[in-house]
């Protein structure tokens, strides 16, 4: 019997091998598995059931029960189904007095199974040795209990016989094949989750970007899997098997070699970057590395996803090298479209004394200096909307208030629109450089041992003196100036006292030109005085030149002391004028330099005009000057009268006029000489002599009751009435004589009260107390303005006679004669015309409001006998 039962668990060692073939063909098939595994368990039983254990006919025991318990446990209801009608189908068929039994023991392990089944799926019941060894016992112990249900002579035969070895066997058996069907359903189930997880990595790794390296920790190439096979070194093919120094340079294997090794000793993933020349050229990877569990072809390996980015390392290092240049030497700004200040760098805090909290926000105007002008900005902001960068010198203002040269560089960024977003502005302090450029060119430009300009830039000054004389059309003047008897102070007291007197002569010479002109040394002795902004007609800009020249000559002649030496030294001086760009400089200069040798040759000490004409009559006006200085001191000025009539023809006095007794040339009218006795200085002079004899003339008049109401007018030049005792002096004159100051009236030209309004003011005023009366002369030629008329203690308007003269035919001549009238009418002042030399003009005249008259038509100037005749 016991052999029965082997025969029997053989049985079942087919089912459970035909069951792993079954589920692994079909495997996710969920009606033909559970099918075939039905039909199987069926076939089994049904096989049991063809040799079984007969006791007696119609009572047979096979291992059904552990089959189809079994069946229910790890089949499931549909293979449960199906071999319980297998089982139970064929047990019906064979008939006998068990049958009924028999299907119960097909019914009874099939249910228990799922019930087993049922339980187990949620977890109640574990499928342990131990249990389905239990659950067996219990299986048998029913099917031992259900033979009872037998007839009473076959239950106890059955009992007796089978009772035994069935629960001795069959539990056995039950776990045994339960262990069988677990470990198929273990490992189906296993190897599915292996394909699946597989399936799920293939797809992973497919997904990422990164190359997925395998490697041994001999470094050899174990898997490789690449998304992109160019990042690769070699083919894939060709890596597989190989090591890493048979595909990269030693260094790079031994690096990756370490590395293997240092991801084999750590838990953790580790990191390497580093750069290979792949199929696509030099690309920088980042590799993460773990070390792999377990052997793989009995070696510890590592697996590897290196991850190209050669990208963000390019843009990474962009950044950092712009972070860089940022923080570089040069200060950096950075401001919106609207000029606002977005960011600095350090440098630019360094050279503008801001930081950051500054000017953050504020408008790049903040460093302003206020030095350009807004053309300046103008021609800036311009180039940076044509052509999106300007570049050059500008001076700007740091935070202590300091103003200072930057090289400054400005650049728009624009947006993919081609707007403007924002300016970037790089900017170099350039005080020092200027600093030592200003050095070089000091050096370059001016005069070592005295500091003045040296001939360079004298030449370029000339030129653009030559220029501006050209456009302005003043004249200017180079003069070449040498010192007499330098040569001599050079033997006689040696080389450094003649430096010596070089520096003092440069000093006297820069004190003695006006800040609008230069001095220049050649070399040696010769200095070169350029002039510049003289007068616009030559004779004018000759006597500028000449009284600059007499000055520096002056100014030289006095003694230099050096040391305990006293030199004296003198200089000849030649001039040239000129006023067009026509002569090149270098021809100017070499004029100048002859005009000086003939200045020499002259005599020394004395200046020389290049142009021959000029020469003369800068020559006959230095004659004229010494003339008239020595006939103030002879007394050959003599007063003149013209007499001065009401509209009655009654006189009412006369105008002091001077004339020039010249033993030589005879009789002088002050045109020939009074412009030079101004320039001279000598027309104070001549002024109060003339002053002199209108009091005494007054006070002659004052002695005959026919002349004793005539007024006498005198002219006096600008220059007089500002001298600082010119009040006194008239007080004092009027004293001596004794002439009654009511009579006296001064003659004023408008423009000269113009220079000191103020001044003229208060002299004429504190004359005014005294009586003294005061005339505009020439009236209506200059500004005749309202406001300073009512200023000045005025008696009386003297009209031009060139307003006169062009009467009768001139309308506008008569229209302003109208309105001075009107005007000295409304301000209470007298009016005189002079110039009338027609009957018709004083009419005109006196239709027109002005009574009181003078010229030739009543008296030309005439000496004091003559006019003395004039009344009795
Ligand atoms: P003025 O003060 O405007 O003097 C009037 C000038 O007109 C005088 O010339 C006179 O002779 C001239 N004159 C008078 N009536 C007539 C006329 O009907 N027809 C023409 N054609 N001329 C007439 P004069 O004497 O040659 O003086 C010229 C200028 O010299 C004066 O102009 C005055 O500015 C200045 N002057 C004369 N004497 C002195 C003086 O003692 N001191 C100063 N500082 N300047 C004086
Ligand atoms: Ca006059
Ligand atoms: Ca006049």
């Known amino acids: 019997m016991i052999l029965d039962f082997i025969q029997g668990a053989a049985l ?40 079984p254990i007969v006791l007696q006919q119609g009572l047979i025991f096979d291992a059904r029960t552990a089959v189809l318990s079994m069946a229910g446990l790890f089949g499931g209801p549909l293979v449960a189904a199906v071999a319980a009608l297998m089982a139970g189908g064929y047990r019906f068929w064979l008939g006998g007095s068990g049958v009924w039994v028999g299907l119960a023991n097909v019914l009874m392990p099939v249910l228990l199974g799922l019930a087993y089944r049922y339980w187990h799926q949620r977890g109640k019941v574990q499928t342990g040795p131990w249990q389905l060894l239990a659950f067996g016992l219990l299986v048998h112990v029913l099917t031992v209990l259900l033979l009872t249900l037998l007839p009473a002579a076959q239950a106890s035969l059955s009992l007796r016989q089978v009772a035994v070895p069935m629960l001795l066997v069959l539990p056995l058996a039950t776990l045994i094949l339960g262990l069988l069907l677990r470990d198929i359903e273990y490992r189906l189930h296993t190897e599915r ?41 070699l083919p894939r093919s060709q890596l597989l098997g190989k090591h890493l120094h048979e595909v990269m340079s030693q260094g790079e294997a031994e690096r990756f070699y370490a590395f293997i090794q240092r991801t084999l000793a750590s838990d953790t993933p580790q990191i390497l970057q580093y750069a290979i020349h792949t199929q696509v050229g030099s690309t920088v990877f980042e590799g993460r590395a773990q070390r792999l569990e377990g052997l793989l072809e009995g070696k510890r390996a590592v697996v590897m996803l290196a991850r ?25 700004v950075i401001t919106d479209a609207s000029s606002k200040i977005l960011r600095i760098n350090q440098a630019f805090s360094a050279i503008t004394g801001y930081s950051a909290a500054d000017v953050i926000g504020q408008d790049t105007r903040i460093l302003s200096s206020g030095r350009q002008t807004p053309e300046f900005y103008q021609a800036m902001w311009r180039s940076i909307s044509e052509t999106s960068a300007w570049e050059g010198e500008i001076w700007n203002r740091r935070k202590n208030g300091e103003i200072f040269p930057e090289w400054l560089s400005i650049s728009a960024v624009r947006d993919g629109h081609g707007r403007v977003s924002n300016y970037v502005a790089s900017l170099t302090d350039i005080s020092e450089h200027k600093a030592a450029e200003d050095q070089i060119k000091h050096l370059a430009f001016f005069d070592a041992l005295t500091g003045l300009p040296n001939r360079r830039l004298l030449l370029d000054r000339l030129q653009q003196a030559q220029a ?58 010769e200095f070169v005085v350029l002039l510049e902004d003289l007068e616009p007609h030559s004779e004018d800009a000759a006597g500028q030149v000449e009284a600059i020249g007499q000055k520096i000559l002056q100014a030289l002649e006095a003694p230099y002391l050096i040391g305990e030496l006293e030199l004296r030294s003198t200089a000849s001086i030649g001039v040239l004028l000129f006023n067009d760009e ?110 002199r004899q209108a009091c005494e003339q007054l006070a002659e008049w004052a002695r005959q009751p026919a002349t004793e109401e005539l007024r006498l007018a005198v002219n006096l030049s600008a220059r007089l009435l500002y001298q600082p005792h010119f009040v006194d002096q008239v007080l004092e004159l009027l004293a001596a004589t004794g002439a009654d100051p009511h009579r006296l009236k001064l003659e004023l030209t408008e423009s000269l009260l113009f220079d000191d309004l103020a001044g003229a003011v208060l002299r004429m005023t504190a004359l005014k107390a005294h009586g003294i009366r005061f005339s505009i002369d020439d009236f209506g030629t200059g500004y005749s303005s309202m406001a300073y008329l009512q200023q000045l203690p005025l008696d009386q308007l003297k009209i031009d006679q060139s307003f006169v003269r062009a009467l009768p035919d001139d309308p506008n001549s008569l229209a302003i004669i109208r309105a001075i009238c009107s005007l000295a009418n409304s301000l209470n002042l007298d009016v005189i015309a002079e110039g009338v030399e027609t009957e018709v003009q004083r009419a005109l005249v006196l239709a027109n409001g002005c009574r009181h008259f003078q010229g030739y038509l009543f008296g030309r100037p005439m000496p004091l006998s003559e006019f003395a005749r004039l009344h009795p």
């Open 12 to 51: 079942l060692l087919a089912l459970c091998w035909l069951q792993t073939i079954n589920r692994r063909l079909w495997t996710d098939h969920c009606v033909m598995a559970p099918l075939l595994s039905g039909l199987l368990f069926g076939t089994t039983c049904v096989v049991g059931m063809l040799t």
């Open 193 to 233: 989750a292996l394909a699946q997880s597989e399936a799920r990595m293939g797809a992973i790794t497919r997904a990422i970007p990164d190359l997925l390296l395998v490697l041994d920790e001999d470094g050899r190439y174990v898997d490789v899997v690449a998304p992109e096979p160019k990042l690769l070194l």
């Open 308 to 332: 190209d980015i050669s990208e963000r390392e390019s843009v990474e290092m962009e950044r950092r090298i712009a972070a860089i240049a940022f923080e570089s030497q040069q200060g950096m």
């Open 468 to 525: 501006a004389s050209a456009r302005k059309g003043k004249f200017a003047a180079l003069m070449f100036l040498d010192l007499d008897n330098f040569k001599n102070v050079n033997d006689l007291h040696g080389h450094q006292t003649g430096d010596q007197l070089l520096c003092l002569v440069a000093e006297r010479l820069s004190h003695a030109i006006r800040s609008c002109d230069t001095v220049a040394r050649l070399g040696g002795d």
């Open 582 to 691: 026509l002569s090149g400089s270098h021809e100017l200069m070499k004029r100048a330099d002859l005009s000086m040798y003939e200045a020499k040759a002259a005599g020394k000490n004395a200046l020389r005009f290049f142009d021959p004409a000029m020469q003369e009559s800068v020559s006959a006006r230095l004659q004229l000057e010494e003339d008239i200085r020595r006939g103030l001191a002879a007394g050959e000025f003599v007063m003149y009268l013209q007499p001065q009539m009401d509209e009655n023809y009654s006189l009412i006095g006369a105008e002091a006029l001077v004339r020039w007794q010249h033993p030589q040339r005879g009789l002088l009218s002050p045109a020939a000489f009074v412009e030079v006795a101004e320039r001279a200085g000598l027309i104070e002079l001549l002024d109060l002599q003339m002053l």
